[in-house]
Antibody, heavy 121, light 108 residues
Framework: EVQLVESGGGLVQPGRSLRLSCAASGFTFDDYAMHWVRQAPGKGLEWVSGISWNSGSIGYADSVKGRFTISRDNAKNSLYLQMNSLRAEDTALYYC??????????????WGQGTLVTVSS | SSELTQDPAVSVALGQTVRITCQGDSLRSYYASWYQQKPGQAPVLVIYGKNNRPSGIPDRFSGSSSGNTASLTITGAQAEDEADYYCNSRDSSGNLVVFGGGTKLTVL
């Protein structure tokens, strides 16, 4: 059974840093690209960042570029998101999601339950 | 602002058919995928590719695409289909990922 379990969220002051983790199990982790997607309270889904299976390709949303860094450790079946210079608008539930390519399309086939990040003084 | 545009809200009578649309220039080149999200739950993939359903998704869900518009159709909507629906694809550059703003579906 595929499982994605996020951790590391919490309450943090503006300008501070936080590191999120996503522990993956039930599949061959280094076969897949992995992404972070967030959802602010009462708002829609927002793609944050993605990383290819070998970390050779990385992308960021404009809203987090230069402040967030995505990484992975295939030996530990883990995905990370280092978040620096946090702002109030970064307050959201952060989901880890597996990216799959099939039938001519990319899509997110598995999602974690999310970890909540609250940026407030 | 999102490069994929969805109507914020749509309603459908129980048992009737509803179409939820997603517009964006990138959809001329890339398929959309669709996600259902119920309150307090993580999103669930319902449609991907040309018109593919993951295992466990009822066949009343279908997808289609024409030009810059992708559509999710629910034929015979059920009460349990009441949820938020999001489309997803690449952005116009093809390098990044983007979600539509979401459509809240109400089943009357």
């Amino acid at each position: 059974e595929v499982q994605l379990v996020e951790s590391g969220g919490g309450l943090v002051q503006p300008g501070r840093s936080l590191r999120l983790s996503c522990a993956a199990s039930g599949f061959t982790f280094d076969d897949y690209a992995m992404h972070w997607v967030r959802q602010a309270p009462g708002k829609g889904l927002e793609w944050v960042s993605g990383i290819s299976w070998n970390s050779g390709s990385i992308g960021y949303a404009d809203s987090v570029k230069g402040r967030f860094t995505i990484s992975r450790d295939n030996a530990k079946n883990s995905l990370y998101l280092q978040m620096n210079s946090l702002r109030a608008e970064d307050t959201a539930l952060y989901y880890c999601a597996r990216r799959y390519y099939g039938s001519g399309s990319y899509y997110f086939d598995y999602w974690g339950q999310g970890t909540l990040v609250t940026v407030s003084s | 602002s999102s490069e994929l545009t969805q109507d914020p809200a749509v309603s459908v009578a129980l048992g009737q058919t509803v179409r939820i649309t997603c517009q964006g220039d990138s959809l001329r080149s890339y398929y959309a995928s669709w996600y259902q999200q119920k309150p307090g739950q993580a999103p669930v993939l319902v449609i991907y590719g040309k018109n593919n359903r993951p295992s466990g998704i009822p066949d009343r869900f279908s997808g289609s695409s024409s030009g810059n518009t992708a559509s999710l159709t629910i034929t015979g909507a059920q009460a349990e289909d009441e949820a938020d629906y999001y489309c997803n694809s690449r952005d116009s550059s093809g390098n990044l990922v983007v979600f539509g703003g979401g459509t809240k579906l109400t089943v009357l």
